[in-house]
């Protein structure tokens, strides 16, 4: 089966994820967008609000596990998926290791500032009282692009960020 049309699979959720990526870019937010999945149900779809909402948390990440939290009445997202387009932040993994989020699952990795293996790995540290599974790199091309063109417009640039900087 194709897993576009696999309403259960990472393939078609992420590309939910890239929806919301899509929201931020037309509202000039870095375009980074997140889901969170119980079962087979959306039940968290989020987007980067930093500069909308004028505030330094406002991630899709963050914004994603409060919806998810008030959702389920619950802060504990146990049995939870969380798809982001690119690799969270270490503010953003901070959050889903404390809110014991399952299963995370982003498109691009990134090397510079990236929380879950591209600088650090903080969903998966011994010393914190939950880890996460983690899936990288699903559509990982068009979660790159997205930014990849956001910032070339940003900068007024041919060339756009390095792959270090995503």
């Not at 901070?94 to 990134?110: E, K, N, T």
């Not at 510079?112 to 990982?140: F, W």
Request: proline fraction near 3%; hydrophobic fraction near 40%.
């Amino acid at each position: 089966m194709d897993d576009l049309l696999d309403f259960s699979s990472d393939t078609y959720f992420m590309g939910e994820a890239l929806r919301q990526a899509r929201k931020a870019a037309a509202q000039d937010e870095v375009p980074i967008g997140a889901i969170i999945v119980r079962g087979r149900d959306v039940i968290a779809r989020a987007w980067n609000q930093v500069e909308t909402l004028k505030d330094a948390t406002a991630h899709a990440e963050m914004l994603a596990i409060t919806q998810a939290e008030s959702a389920l009445d619950d802060w504990r997202l146990t049995d939870c998926d969380l798809y982001v387009t690119k690799e969270p932040c270490p503010m953003c993994a901070g959050a889903i290791v404390h809110a014991r989020v399952s299963r995370v699952i982003y498109g691009c990795s990134d090397l510079k500032t990236g929380g879950a293996g591209g600088m650090i790995n903080l969903l998966n540290m011994p010393a914190m009282n939950h880890r996460c599974q983690i899936t990288a790199g699903v559509r990982e091309m068009e979660c790159r692009a997205i930014l990849r063109r956001f910032f070339r417009e940003k900068r007024g640039t041919a060339f756009g960020p390095s792959s270090a900087e995503l």
